[in-house]
């Protein structure tokens, strides 16, 4: 996550914040924007109109919202809406916490980029506000698996009804492949992939990636939305051992390699790893996207904060075109008769 550079003027009364996009996602935005202390939810953007949350209006223009007098905006809308609201929003000052992926295409999401320039904007990638992730971050930057070998990731469940504008590589593979930038320093060198479409909707359900990091560490992604059994895991493997961050609970284990000799001449021949202790880390376990909503806060309210910069959502959306692109060039084998 970065530092903003630079934000709106310290201010004592509660900043007036807008929501745009009221589907399953955003009435999680309004549930934690109407209770944030130091801001006030003013208006909620929806073509559906009628009442929003605490009796917020839910307005069915931008225009109607920019007249209330925010001071800046979450942009929950689909997708493909982003980079039309985005646009307006940097044309009017505000600044934005545009939800991931920040754009459809890296093009789209290039143009928010240059838009935001000098003004206060972050993607919404909550899973690097995960407590567990950010102690996984914290123990690798450490150094307590030493050289880093592989990361792992799982992300599967049953499909979510609110998506109707992407497929699983924007909406759940984008959370794995910027976190995992995030937790290692990497930017990605590679990627091979696969998908699938078994559900009959015309984007894809379930993705398989493969790919190297600029350091050469390998990666691996288990997306997809045909799971009755929902799975959030990281999985990090180095040369001292194994860290399996579960997003789910907040939970981060350590799989120690073993460090107790033995005595077993065939055994100890081998010389790969073997099992150690298994140790459950204990700390504080916040909500997530409450943490990511006060981080933005701080930003637009000029103290210091950590935010995802707009450069960093362009990088996860060129690396997601990636994934789909390469997908589409499999590679066929023979089969020997």
């Given amino acids: 996550m970065g530092r903003q550079r630079r934000a709106a003027p310290l201010r004592a009364e509660p900043l007036r914040a807008g929501l745009v996009g009221f589907g399953a996602m955003g009435r999680n935005h309004a549930r934690v924007l109407g209770a944030l202390p130091g801001v006030e939810l003013v208006g909620v953007v929806d073509p559906s109109g009628g009442a929003g949350p605490c009796g917020?209006?839910?307005?069915?223009?931008?225009?109607?919202?920019?007249?209330?007098?925010?001071?800046?905006?979450?942009?929950?809308?689909?997708?493909?809406g982003h980079e039309e609201v985005g646009?307006?929003?940097?044309?009017?000052?505000?600044?934005a916490l545009i939800e991931k992926p920040l754009a459809p295409d890296s093009r789209a999401a290039g143009r928010l980029v240059a838009a935001f320039e000098g003004l206060t904007a972050g993607v919404g990638?909550?899973?690097?506000?995960?407590?567990?992730?950010?102690?996984?971050?914290?123990?690798?930057a450490a150094g307590e698996l030493g050289e880093v070998y592989q990361v792992s990731t799982r992300r599967q469940g049953p499909f979510p009804q609110r998506i109707a504008d992407v497929g699983v590589v924007q909406d759940l593979a984008t959370h794995?492949?910027?976190?995992?930038?995030?937790i290692t320093g990497q930017a990605y060198a590679s990627v091979a992939a696969r998908t699938v479409r078994k559900s009959g909707r015309p984007h894809e359900d379930m993705v398989a990636v493969v790919g190297t990091l600029a350091d050469g560490t390998m990666v691996s992604h288990l997306v997809n939305w045909l799971s009755p059994q929902k799975e959030r895991q990281?999985?990090?493997?180095?040369?001292?051992?194994?860290?399996?961050?579960?997003?789910?609970?907040?939970?981060?284990?350590?799989?120690?390699n073993g460090a107790v000799a033995t005595e077993w001449e065939l055994v100890r021949a081998f010389r790969?790893?073997?099992?150690?202790?298994?140790?459950?880390?204990?700390?504080?376990?916040?909500?997530?996207?409450?943490?990511e909503h006060e981080q933005f806060r701080e930003a637009v309210a000029g103290r210091p904060a950590t935010i995802v910069p707009l450069a960093e959502?362009?990088?996860?959306?060129?690396?997601?075109?990636?994934?789909?692109?390469?997908?589409?060039?499999?590679?066929?084998?023979?089969?020997?008769?």
């Fill in 272 to 291: 790969g790893v073997s099992e150690g202790d298994v140790v459950r880390y204990a700390f504080p376990k916040r909500e997530p996207l409450l943490s």
């Fill in 87 to 95: 646009l307006r929003l940097a044309e009017a000052g505000l600044p």
């Fill in 56 to 80: 917020v209006p839910v307005l069915r223009k931008l225009e109607r919202l920019l007249d209330l007098g925010i001071d800046y905006a979450v942009v929950a809308c689909p997708t493909a």
């Fill in 313 to 337: 959502g362009l990088r996860t959306v060129t690396v997601a075109e990636s994934v789909l692109a390469a997908a589409g060039r499999p590679v066929p084998l023979e089969v020997a008769g």
């Fill in 234 to 256: 990281v999985a990090v493997t180095g040369e001292r051992g194994c860290l399996v961050a579960d997003t789910l609970t907040g939970d981060l284990t350590l799989h120690a």
């Fill in 176 to 182: 794995d492949i910027d976190l995992t930038g995030w």
């Fill in 125 to 140: 990638q909550v899973e690097r506000y995960n407590p567990a992730l950010q102690q996984l971050r914290t123990r690798l």
